[in-house]
């Protein structure tokens, strides 16, 4: 609705502006003709006129002083007199014969002069006289340098080529000069809107007046573009009339937000209508939210549990309406869902133990047939202390592998390394020197069991016992530094023994690797990185690096 009688108003407005504007345009027109009677009243006294046609043979023979003399002494006297009774509000009369003679009459009789170094034939408004050949040319709004002021003020001007009635030659250029106070006092006696800005521009669409000062960048844009103009914030509508006489266009440029600011009493209305409702419906959402939302938000509350896990959360159910059917089907849904993630938690749970226990179960016999090899070994070598402290070991590994847990801390892992490390230096004596380190910071993480033995067990085996010369093999776990946002250690296995080309290994290393490998992927899913190398001759190098878990990392 205020939109609607923006609209109206705005029309009314317009139309309004279109009739004053006609008398506006009048009073413009009248003082206009004041300005271009003043240009036509040399031809209304033949003394002027003669000595205007003077001055002009004089450029073709010569003309006696007396002549000349009374030519001047009219031009300077009689001609003021002419113009006495004109209007006031007019600044002066420029006067600039054919041969180059300069008369300059001031309207309030101050004894003004003219500039002698002033090239009159020279300037736009003389040009435009000539070239309007006898017929009024009015000038846009000019300095008025041509005279000797402390102050050059900025006046607009009706000019005319003066010429002989008979033979038509140009006698001279008559120019009325008229002060822009003029035109504001013309444009305020008439009554417009507040905001509103009042312009008027020549036929080239120079600015003559505006009642607000407008640079020329945004005298352009309202020329551009009237139909949008955007102005201090502000856009207005134009409402133009031109003047007949000067084709000078008169524009009011009404500002829209003055005319919406009228039907302000509909916004402040509407308003008030928007918030009482506003009001209502939330007086009418609370009133019936518990009855109707309430459920809704247990069932959302519900849900939410569920989400996180927790699966004996249950909706409370009231009535017998369409929402309790709805809670009872969501409470039948959690205890089926609930039952079938149970089945299947066990069911992969249990999957995965008789995996892992498959391969654990492959590393026994491995571990007890290299082992008892090096027990034999020692009775071959009539070594029965030795070999006994070596059943003593054994026997104590034995206990530790038959155990029923199938994970242990890297801390455990690493002390049956470091019992399996002596029964081994039992045999190999000087040939075999073992180096393990652990970092304290990571000895309490939990690993498969027997995860490295078997890497530490190949390297002896495979690596150390057909090496003619002394042999070292390290072991070490540490924490690496942070890259990223993952906490990372790294397991390295290392021996200088005779090495081995990683396509052509035996089959009792690769029993051994691939079973530490699968054990990682059923323990570390994703978050293992399994790197070997070697070279015959330089010995092998085993890199496992594993990502931990946020529960996994020390507190």
């Not at 010569?62 to 001047?72: F, L, P, Q």
């Not at 002066?92 to 002033?118: A, C, K, M, P, Q």
């Not at 530790?400 to 039992?426: A, N, V």
């Not at 180096?435 to 309490?444: G, Q, S, W």
Request: charged share 25%; proline share 4%.
């Amino acid at each position: 609705m205020p939109s609607y009688y923006v609209k109206i108003i705005t029309k009314e407005t317009e139309k309004l502006t279109e009739a004053t504007l006609v008398g506006l345009t009048e009073n413009i027109q009248t003082y206009l003709d004041d300005l271009e009677r003043v240009t036509v009243s040399p031809y209304t006294n033949n003394e002027v006129m003669s000595s205007l046609m003077l001055k002009a043979r004089g450029l073709q023979s010569d003309v006696d002083n007396y002549s000349r003399y009374k030519a001047d002494y009219t031009l300077y006297h009689t001609l003021p007199r002419l113009l006495v009774n004109l209007r006031k509000d007019i600044l002066g009369t420029l006067l600039v014969t054919i041969d180059g003679s300069v008369y300059y009459n001031d309207s309030d009789s101050y004894l003004t002069e003219t500039r002698t170094d002033y090239r009159y034939t020279e300037q736009n408004w003389y040009r435009e006289a000539v070239t309007a050949n006898g017929r009024v040319a009015f000038i846009n709004v000019h300095p008025q340098d041509y005279l000797k002021l402390d102050s050059v003020p900025e006046v607009f001007s009706v000019a005319r080529l003066i010429k002989d009635p008979d033979s038509k030659q140009p006698l001279a250029v008559i120019m009325a000069d008229a002060d822009t106070v003029i035109l504001d006092k013309i444009v305020r006696q008439v009554s417009f809107n507040v905001n509103s800005i009042v312009t008027i521009t020549d036929k080239d669409h120079r600015l003559v007046y505006s009642n607000t000062y407008l640079s020329p960048e945004e005298l352009h844009q309202f020329v551009k573009n009237p139909s949008n103009i955007l102005y201090k914030q502000h856009s207005y509508v134009p409402v133009s009339r031109t003047i007949p006489i000067s084709s000078w266009e008169i524009t009011v440029w009404l500002s829209k937000a003055e005319l919406a600011s009228k039907v302000s009493w509909m916004h402040i209305m509407g308003a008030s209508f928007a918030v009482g409702g506003v009001v209502l419906t939330f007086f009418l959402f609370f009133a019936y939210s518990r009855t109707l939302l309430t459920p809704f938000k247990e069932m959302i509350s519900v849900m939410s549990h569920v989400q996180r896990g927790n699966m004996q959360k249950r909706v409370s159910i009231q009535g017998q309406d369409e929402i309790a059917q709805l809670g009872t089907a969501l409470n039948r849904m959690i205890y089926q869902l609930d039952e079938l993630i149970i089945k299947e938690y066990r069911t992969k749970l249990n999957l995965k133990n008789a995996e892992f226990r498959a391969f654990q179960s492959q590393i026994h016999p491995h571990f007890l047939y290299n082992t008892l090899n090096a027990l034999l070994s020692l009775n071959r070598k009539g070594e029965h202390a030795h070999l006994e402290r070596a059943i003593i070991s054994l026997s104590g590994m034995l206990r530790y592998i038959l155990t029923s847990h199938d994970t242990c801390s890297l801390e455990e892992e690493f002390s049956i390394i470091q019992k399996y490390g002596e029964l081994m230096s039992m045999r190999f004596r000087d040939r075999l020197e073992i180096k393990i380190t652990l970092d304290p910071e990571i000895a309490h993480i939990r690993v498969p069991k027997l995860l490295v033995q078997p890497l530490v067990e190949n390297a002896i085996i495979h690596g150390v016992e057909p090496c003619e010369h002394p042999c070292l093999v390290e072991v070490s776990a540490e924490m690496l530094p942070k890259i990223t946002d993952e906490d990372r250690f790294v397991i390295r296995i290392a021996d200088n023994g005779i090495g081995f080309k990683p396509l052509e290994r035996s089959n009792n290393q690769s029993i051994g690797l691939s079973n530490v490998k699968e054990r990682l992927a059923l323990a570390f899913p994703g978050k293992y990185d399994f790197q070997l190398d070697s070279r015959i001759g330089h010995g092998t190098y085993i890199n496992i690096t594993i990502t931990l878990n946020k529960e996994e990392l020390p507190q």
